[in-house]
């Protein structure tokens, strides 16, 4: 059986153990998963429906293929030919017929007798030069040889060029261009042949990075957790011992009429003194390691992203001129930010208002919190007579309302429940909206993170904490 000295030390030494691996274990944590935000950021800008189902340029590809295949496949047979022949013969002749009302309307226009004679002789010689009705005789001729070059595979060739670039024209005079210099970057920077194939290459690292994080989180939050749990004991030890001193003392006055004061006075010293000569819950050192846990774990969840809110379309897919048109994994918006990440957010606009709401969610999200956790232990553990300062006593007794970590949590959760259902009724708008004719399959990718499961293991630390420190408060035995 181990003395209450030894007993401590092993206690002490397993408690510097768990804090370092703590430690060690938050460090990577935090850059597991800042590297796994820059992962998902780059994949989703790759991803982003800009570069493709809302760029002009993509459906300019995508028609552009149809229109060549369609046009490749094309062949006159003796089913076909008759049929075209005879549409094309009716375009001949229709413009035959316009060309004719157009010239001799020309040649009728005059507000003189002059003009109008000039107008009559061009039409004599326009009628003895050219026979619109011979034209109009030959038109089936002219059809079969419209029919022969169409057949040519140059010619196959030009019309699929000349559709293509009315395509482009269009697009360009109706749609501003797409600047791609950011998907560029990220192309270059991972060393990928191309978009698509890096945003599988990202996706894979960020699936690696993401279970990395994820161990690293559970190291965290375990060896927090066994810290604070083999110093529960010698907390309620202590607890006890100060039970018993009380109960010794009301025993000792209760017999107090049959006993000498004395002994009664001696009995109470002894029952205070057994089994801690001190009635303070915990040892200094002990407090010191509970509180750099405690603080693992608040700068954990202020550094790492806490909330995730993505809206992606998977696949929309539609049909034109007979062939499918199909984009997938097409990100609508996609936001992965820390409580850090939205304060730099803020005061990157240099907006009044936004400064001051950043200085806000800086001071009760973290100033707050982690000072009320440091002058509690300086406080209750009365270290170089902190008792004595006023600010120590404020953060210690009075800043309890102004700490907002707790509700810093409920209202980080209820942001999640409105995003989550907003995100998923625009979805299904945008589902029911797209019609029988088009097939859409969307996502939402709303998810709370880990560094909001980190936040929350601060919160219930530092409620943990809290009660361990109260112990330590002076008694009115104390003060006597």
């Known amino acids: 059986m181990l003395s209450a000295p030894a007993r401590r030390l092993l206690i002490g030494i397993i408690s510097t153990l768990l804090l370092s691996a703590a430690a060690v274990s938050t460090y990577r944590l935090i850059v597991e998963l800042r590297t796994l935000q820059s992962l998902q950021a780059q994949r989703a800008e790759l991803m982003h429906v800009q570069y493709g189902l809302f760029n002009a340029e993509v459906w300019v590809d995508q028609v552009s293929l149809i229109l060549a295949e369609r046009i490749e496949q094309f062949e006159l047979n003796e089913t076909n030919r008759p049929q075209i022949k005879r549409n094309i013969e009716i375009v001949l002749d229709r413009l035959l017929q316009e060309i004719e009302q157009v010239l001799r309307r020309r040649n009728a226009e005059g507000s003189g007798w002059l003009d109008r004679l000039q107008g009559s002789l061009r039409q004599g010689v326009q009628d003895w030069l050219v026979d619109f009705d011979r034209l109009r005789a030959r038109v089936p001729l002219y059809a079969d040889a419209v029919l022969d070059e169409l057949d040519r595979p140059q010619t196959r060739a030009e019309i699929q060029r000349s559709l293509t670039q009315a395509l482009e024209q269009a697009a360009g005079a109706t749609f501003s261009r797409i600047d791609r210099t950011p998907i560029e970057q990220i192309v270059e920077a991972h060393g990928c042949p191309q978009a698509e194939a890096c945003a599988g290459e990202l996706a894979s690292k960020a699936d690696d990075r993401r279970r990395q994080a994820q161990i690293a989180a559970l190291v965290t939050l375990s060896c927090s957790a066994l810290l604070f ?20 003392i009301q025993t000792g006055i209760q017999t107090g009429a049959q006993t000498d004061t004395q002994t009664v006075a001696r009995s109470a010293v002894q029952a205070a003194a057994d089994p801690e000569p001190h009635p303070l819950a915990m040892a ?16 954990a969840g202020v550094m790492t992203p806490m909330i995730e809110i993505e809206a992606r379309i998977d696949q929309l897919s539609l049909t034109l001129l007979g062939e499918p ?10 936001q992965s930010k820390s409580i850090l990440d939205v304060v730099q957010v803020l005061a990157a606009t240099g907006a009044a208002d936004m400064l001051l709401v950043a200085v806000l969610v800086v001071l009760f999200s973290l100033i707050f919190p982690a000072a009320k956790v440091l002058a509690g232990v300086a406080y209750y553990g009365d270290f170089g007579n902190a008792r004595g300062h006023g600010w120590v006593r404020f953060f210690a007794l009075r800043s309890g309302k102004w700490s907002m970590a707790d509700v810093l949590v409920v209202a980080i959760f209820m942001a999640y429940i409105g995003f989550d259902g907003l995100i998923a009724s625009q979805l299904a708008e945008l589902g029911g909206a797209a019609g029988e004719r088009v097939t859409l399959l969307s996502t939402n990718g709303t998810q709370l993170q880990l560094g909001f499961f980190l936040f929350l293991a601060f919160v219930l630390a530092s409620l943990v904490l809290s009660s361990l420190l109260e112990a330590r408060a002076p008694t009115p035995r104390s003060k006597r």
């Open 284 to 299: 200094p050192e002990t407090l010191a390691l509970l509180t750099g846990a405690t603080l693992l774990l608040l700068g």
């Open 325 to 334: 048109v199909t984009f997938t994994d097409q990100v609508l918006y996609f």
């Open 229 to 248: 749990l083999i110093n529960l004991p010698a907390w309620r030890s202590a607890s006890n011992a100060q039970t018993g001193a009380q109960t010794g």
